[in-house]
């Protein structure tokens, strides 16, 4: 059993044969994933879903993250194929649908002329300089204007998951904003009210600690500080989004 978790169990360690040996790497993966979900290969592997496998994805994810913040390159490589191996999985079940099938070939294809398409500074003609931009932050606000006019968004905000932890999805909202030129005045906070005594650590000019002592302060006023912050970057992008179709 080859998990979705790119862990092996002790059966898997047997001496096999390699599907596609004389294939590139990415083409002996495909194999190598085709042949665990055929019929004959891996029980587990054949009755995975799109659905049952969200949590590896998410998992891999996290574990990609982990590994580049403890500055673990070996480890970032290892993490980075399990989460390949996601996305190749994903494929291969979507070859089996019957009305819609697309596989890897598909996926890959679809990415390259969205990069090439969202990306007219690198890729278009020279003489095009309506589509040039000279820094990062005019190439985010090209990506953004490209990306809603692909996709026929209502509004700069559409399309930032409600999936995102909170503490993400608020900064998500707040660079989104930013770049196209919104402001709606924050949620002012209520007055603290007295709270039991709590390890709550001194801010001082750190921002990671700062955050920490507002988690503890929620936590020692019996309050879900994710829910808080959720609620709060809600009722903020209503703001933001009656911002944008205000005349101005």
């Known amino acids: 059993m ?3 978790d790119g862990d092996l169990d002790g059966d898997a360690r047997r001496p096999v044969t390699d ?3 004389d294939a590139d790497p990415l083409r002996r993966l495909v194999a190598v994933m085709d042949r665990l979900r055929s019929p004959g290969g891996c029980p587990w592997d054949a009755e995975q879903t799109h659905a049952s496998l969200v949590p590896y994805v998410l998992e891999e994810a996290h574990e990609v993250a982990d590994a580049v913040e403890r500055g673990d390159r070996a480890h970032l490589r290892e993490e980075l194929g399990d989460l390949l191996l996601q996305v190749v999985f ?6 089996e649908d019957p009305d819609d099938p697309w596989g ?15 990306h007219p500074h690198v890729f278009a003609a020279p003489e095009d300089d309506a589509e040039r931009v000279v ?24 399309g930032v998951p409600l999936a ?21 005045t924050t949620p002012a906070p209520a ?14 000019t750190d921002l990671g600690a700062r955050l920490l002592a507002l988690v503890l302060e929620a936590r ?24 944008e179709v205000r005349p101005a």
């Open 19 to 21: 599907p596609a040996p």
């Open 191 to 204: 007055p603290a009210a007295p709270l039991p005594a709590a390890p709550v650590p001194t801010p001082g």
């Open 220 to 243: 020692a006023a019996g309050l879900d500080a994710e829910g808080e912050l959720r609620r709060t970057a809600a009722a903020w992008e209503s703001d933001l989004r009656a911002a």
């Open 135 to 158: 820094d990062a932050d005019g190439v985010n606000r090209q990506w953004d204007r490209i990306k809603g006019e692909e996709k026929g968004r209502a509004s700069v905000l559409d």
């Open 90 to 95: 994903h494929a291969r079940i979507a070859q």
């Open 2 to 4: 080859a998990r979705a």
């Open 164 to 184: 995102l932890g909170a503490l993400a999805r608020a900064q998500k909202i707040a660079g989104r904003a930013e770049r196209a030129g919104l402001t709606a």
């Open 104 to 118: 890897v070939d598909e996926v890959a294809d679809e990415l390259v002329a969205k990069l090439v398409r969202r």
